[in-house]
């Protein structure tokens, strides 16, 4: 780890695909406390029926990358934990790389919201959504970001 901002992003993508990033394909490319950008491939294990990305998956996406970044703000002994997302989907995407990128717009001592804007390789906006997270004490045995 370059410092304590940051996460060393080999070992985030290995933990990730121990979780839901070993069910869906995503991929942490910057980790900070005031900025995180994951990628996902649009490709076969996400679609919905009728064949474009599942929303579901972009929401997977955001929170995944909004909880990562409020994680990094917390104080020690404590964790952020989603509270509530919400998700606009704004076009269709059926295959290629989508990127989110989740900045927070507040920081507080009992809550964090963050905002993610997920965009294809021409930088269209795919989804945007707001993720509201709760901090509380560290439940024994929970993992840890850093």
Do not use: Y
């Not at 970044?69 to 995407?93: F, T």
Request: charged share 20%; with cysteine.
């Amino acid at each position: 780890m370059a410092d304590e901002d940051t996460i060393d992003l080999d070992n985030s993508n290995a933990r990730l695909a121990t979780v839901i990033g070993g069910a869906l394909p995503l991929k942490f490319e910057e980790v900070s406390k005031d900025r995180v950008v994951m990628t996902m491939q649009v490709d076969s294990r996400v679609p919905q029926p009728m064949g474009v990305l599942h929303g579901g998956a972009s929401v997977v996406l955001a929170e995944s990358a909004a909880s990562t970044g409020a994680n990094l703000n917390c104080a020690e002994g404590m964790v952020a934990l989603g509270q509530e997302i919400n998700a606009n989907h704004i076009r269709p995407k059926m295959s290629g790389i989508v990127r989110a990128v989740a900045v927070p717009v507040h920081i507080g001592r009992t809550s964090q919201v963050w905002t993610v804007d997920i965009r294809d390789e021409a930088s269209k906006l795919i989804c945007t959504s707001r993720c509201t997270l709760s901090i509380v004490p560290r439940p024994p045995g929970l993992g840890t970001m850093r």
